[in-house]
């Protein structure tokens, strides 16, 4: 079955490590891959986007993104993590033959940030 | 500001009543989404709809049901079948020509 997911429901990093939240896909072929924030409360905000192209991905926020087709992998990083990054994270992903342009969502990964 | 709204943030009904959220959006867009947002869950797709007078069941629809009268807005109405509709309910649309989505901020509907 075509699936996204994220294999950890939550995570903890100091302020100022380095992140990185895994995000794996089972698809046929490449799809379009996101990743998308949400503080408590909120809505979505997208961080970052694949379609095509350089497999290394610039956000915003200072996320970055590195595209793997061999691993089916589309994973966030970010160098040096700020308070103000907690919150909870989303990778989804559209079918590139997909008419209606559906986001698949990911379970999603809590971040949390220690002090 | 161009943007989405949703109305109200938080919402408590009685179970047995029906309940209607309110999407707003002033981006020109024809795509119009909701999903329903459960701890743990991920959102998962209840209606989209791509032009007015038209939408289309995502992949739990039931006990919801959805209308598109206007471009501009697209209510979400939660009837008394929906078994569980306590949840986090956000709304988004996008260009018909493009797979970014833009979301609300969302309704948290508490049935009590």
């Known amino acids: 079955a075509q699936s996204v997911t994220q294999p950890d429901i939550h995570i903890t990093v100091s302020e100022g490590a380095s992140l990185e939240l895994r995000c794996n896909y089972s698809?046929?072929?490449?799809?379009?891959l996101f990743w998308y924030v949400q503080s408590p409360g909120q809505g979505l905000q997208l961080l970052l986007k694949y379609f095509s192209g350089d497999t290394l991905v610039q956000g915003i926020k200072g996320f970055e993104a590195e595209f793997k087709r061999s691993q089916s992998s589309f994973n966030l990083r970010k160098p040096s993590v700020h308070w103000s990054d907690a919150a909870e994270y989303f990778c989804a992903v559209v079918p590139v033959v997909n008419a209606g342009n559906m986001l698949t969502f990911g379970g999603g990964t809590r971040l949390m940030v220690k002090p | 500001d161009g943007g989405i709204t949703q109305s109200p943030k938080y919402l408590f009904r009685k179970e047995g009543q029906n309940v209607t959220l309110s999407c707003e959006q002033n981006l020109n867009h024809d795509a119009m989404y909701w999903y329903r947002q459960d701890p743990g869950q991920g959102l998962r797709l209840i209606y989209y709809?791509?032009?007015?007078?038209?939408?289309q069941k995502g992949d739990i629809a039931e006990g919801y049901s959805v209308s598109r009268e206007k471009k501009e807005s697209f209510p979400l109405t939660v009837t008394s079948a929906q078994k569980n509709p306590t949840a986090f309910y956000l709304c988004?649309?996008?260009?018909?020509?493009?797979?970014?989505?833009?979301f609300g901020p969302g309704t948290r509907l508490t049935v009590l």
């Open positions: 709809s791509q032009i007015v007078n038209d939408f």
């Open positions: 988004a649309s996008s260009k018909l020509s493009s797979n970014e989505q833009f």
């Open positions: 698809y046929g072929a490449t799809p379009y």
